[in-house]
């Protein structure tokens, strides 16, 4: 069983901030390297941040400063802690491994960042 669910998703005013989790099941963590993942109205789904197993993080240049990834191997968690939060960020925020594997897409947890 492929499992990957988000949450933590809300309503933030601009300048709030969230934290999104992905439990992933079974070794995915483990072995993988994850990413998160968003997809704004009108727009493709896009890699905002992804972190390896061990190493460096990456980070897409409109989040970079703003956004942080980090993951609990014991607690097969992927985080993103999301700061500063802007109107352009509303999205519905996925996790995947990186490259994402088709079957994995869960149902994502929605963002959106409005007074």
């Known amino acids: 069983q492929v499992q990957l669910v988000e949450s933590g998703g809300g309503l933030v005013q601009p300048g709030g901030s969230l934290r999104l989790s992905c439990v992933a099941s079974?070794?995915?963590?483990?072995?993988?390297?994850m990413g998160w993942y968003r997809q704004g109205p009108g727009k493709e789904r896009e890699l905002v941040a992804s972190i390896p197993n061990y190493g460096r993080t990456n980070y897409a240049d409109s989040v970079k400063g703003r956004f942080t990834i980090f993951r609990d191997n014991v607690k097969k968690t992927v985080y993103l802690q999301m700061n500063s939060l802007k109107p352009e960020d509303t999205a519905v925020y996925y996790c995947n491994t990186d490259p994402p594997l088709p079957g994995y897409w869960g149902k994502g947890t929605p963002v959106t960042v409005s007074s």
């Open positions: 079974g070794s995915i963590l483990s072995i993988n390297r």
